[in-house]
C-alpha cells in the first residue's frame, strides 16, 4: 500500500471533504468501498500511484471482475453499492481538477438491481412471536414490540429519546421519530398499546451513571450500566424468543418493518398514508414493503364479481304492485311494465354477443323508453 500512498491520500482528502455534508456511517461505507479498490490496485497493478494514472482497462474493468470473482460473492446490491462510491469519489475528483480520463466507469457497469419479494411475517408467526414477546417483558423484547407496532427502522428505534412520546392534544398521541437514514424526521401516530410499551420500557432502562456516560442519559434504549442497546442486542433477542416461539423460520429485524406495511395496507390505509408512516421520500420505496399475496388477490376478485353481479341482478317483478301492474289497465301501470321491459331488454341485449343483435335490442329499447315518456305525459295530461 506504501506504492499506493499518493493515490489513497487523494482519495482520503476526498473523504474527508465529503465527511462535512454526509452522515459518519456513510463516510465509513464509502472508505470501505475505496479500500477495496486500492487492495486490488496494490495486489495487480502496484506501480499506479496517482488517479492520472487510472485507466478503464486494465483497472477500472480488471477491478469489475474481481468484485465479480470474490468469495463469498457478493451480492448485486453490494457490488452496485461499491461502484456507486467510487463513481461518485472519481465524478468529484475530476470537478475538482485532477486529471481523470473520462468514462472509468459507464452505467452499464451497474449489475441489475435485484428485487426481493416482501417478507411480512404470516399471521400466525406474528401473533406467536407477539405473545412470546410480552411474557419476555424485559428492555429488548419490549424495543422489538416497540419495532412491530410502529413500523421504524431499527436504527431509528436505537436513537429515540426518552421524550419520543408526544401529545398533540385531544387524544392524538405520536412518536417523534429523529433525522436518520433519509435526512427527514417525521411523527408516527400511536395507540394506548404502545404509549404502554414506551412506559414499560423507561423502568426497564435504569438510571444512567453520572459523569462520563450523563450525556446519553435522554437516549430511550439503554442498560441500566449506561450502554446503549445495539442492534446486535436486538437482533439476538429476536431470534431467540422467535426459537422460543416455535416459529417456522428465522425472523429477521426488518420483517417486522414489512409486517407493519402489509397489515396498514390490509386494514385500508392508502399507500400514501403508509408512505408518511415509513419514512419514504418516493411512493416506489413503499411499493417494496407492501405484499400482495394470492389470497388478498382472491378477495378482493371475489369482492368485485359481488359488486359487479349486484349492479346487474335483475328487479324483482313478483311483488304484490307488480303483479297488479301487470293486469290492471291504467296509464301508471302500463308505464311500470314498459319500464321493467326496457330493464329486462337491456340486461338481454348485454349478454349478446353479436354486435349487430346488440345494435337492434338497443334501438327497440330506445323505442320503448319513448313510448313510455309519451304515455307518462298523457297521463299528467290526465290528471
Not at 419495532?147 to 421524550?163: F, K, M, Q, S, V
Not at 398533540?168 to 398499546?193: C, Q
Request: proline share 6%; with cysteine; glycine share 4%.
Amino acid at each position: 500500500m506504501s506504492q499506493l500512498s499518493s493515490l489513497a491520500q487523494v482519495f482520503e482528502a476526498q473523504l474527508e471533504t465529503l465527511a462535512t455534508v454526509l452522515l459518519p456511517s456513510t463516510i465509513r461505507y464509502y472508505r470501505s468501498a475505496v479500500n477495496r479498490f486500492l487492495r486490488f490496485l496494490g495486489a495487480v497493478y502496484p506501480d499506479v500511484r496517482t488517479v492520472a494514472e487510472l485507466r478503464r482497462e486494465p483497472h477500472i474493468l480488471g477491478w469489475l471482475r474481481s468484485l465479480g470473482e470474490e468469495i463469498p460473492p457478493l451480492s448485486n446490491r453490494s457490488r452496485a453499492a461499491c461502484l456507486m462510491c467510487l463513481r461518485r469519489l472519481l465524478e468529484d475528483l475530476a470537478a475538482n481538477g485532477h486529471p481523470l480520463p473520462d468514462g472509468l466507469l459507464l452505467r452499464q457497469d451497474f449489475p441489475p438491481r435485484d428485487l426481493y419479494l416482501p417478507q411480512p411475517l404470516s399471521p400466525e408467526t406474528d401473533r406467536r412471536l407477539d405473545e412470546q414477546l410480552r411474557q419476555a417483558d424485559d428492555l429488548c423484547s419490549n424495543a422489538l414490540r416497540l419495532l412491530r407496532a410502529t413500523g421504524l427502522r431499527i436504527g431509528e428505534c436505537l436513537r429515540l429519546r426518552t421524550d419520543c412520546l408526544r401529545h398533540l392534544g385531544s387524544e392524538d398521541w405520536a412518536i417523534h421519530v429523529p433525522l436518520g437514514k433519509l435526512h427527514t424526521e417525521r411523527w408516527v401516530p400511536v395507540d394506548d398499546e404502545i404509549r404502554h410499551i414506551v412506559a414499560r420500557i423507561l423502568p426497564l432502562r435504569g438510571t444512567t451513571q453520572t459523569g462520563e456516560r450523563e450525556h446519553r442519559a435522554d437516549w430511550l434504549l439503554v442498560w441500566p450500566d449506561g450502554r446503549r442497546v445495539s442492534y446486535l442486542h436486538l437482533r439476538k433477542a429476536l431470534a431467540e424468543a422467535a426459537h422460543r416461539a416455535g416459529c417456522p423460520v428465522s425472523v429477521r429485524p426488518h420483517q417486522l418493518r414489512h409486517t407493519y406495511a402489509t397489515e396498514m395496507l390490509r386494514a385500508g390505509v392508502s399507500l400514501p398514508a403508509v408512505q408518511e408512516l415509513l419514512g419514504h421520500r418516493d411512493i416506489r420505496m413503499t411499493m417494496v414493503y407492501i405484499q400482495v399475496t394470492q389470497s388478498d388477490l382472491q378477495r378482493q376478485y371475489h369482492q368485485a364479481i359481488e359488486h359487479i353481479a349486484r349492479r346487474h341482478t335483475l328487479l324483482p317483478l313478483s311483488t304484490p304492485a307488480a303483479a297488479a301492474a301487470l293486469t290492471t289497465a291504467t296509464l301508471p301501470a302500463i308505464c311500470q311494465s314498459l319500464a321493467a321491459t326496457c330493464h329486462l331488454l337491456e340486461m338481454y341485449r348485454r349478454q349478446l354477443g353479436d354486435d349487430h343483435t346488440r345494435r337492434k335490442v338497443h334501438q327497440l329499447v330506445r323505442r320503448v323508453t319513448k313510448i313510455a315518456a309519451q304515455l307518462q305525459q298523457l297521463a299528467s295530461t290526465a290528471k
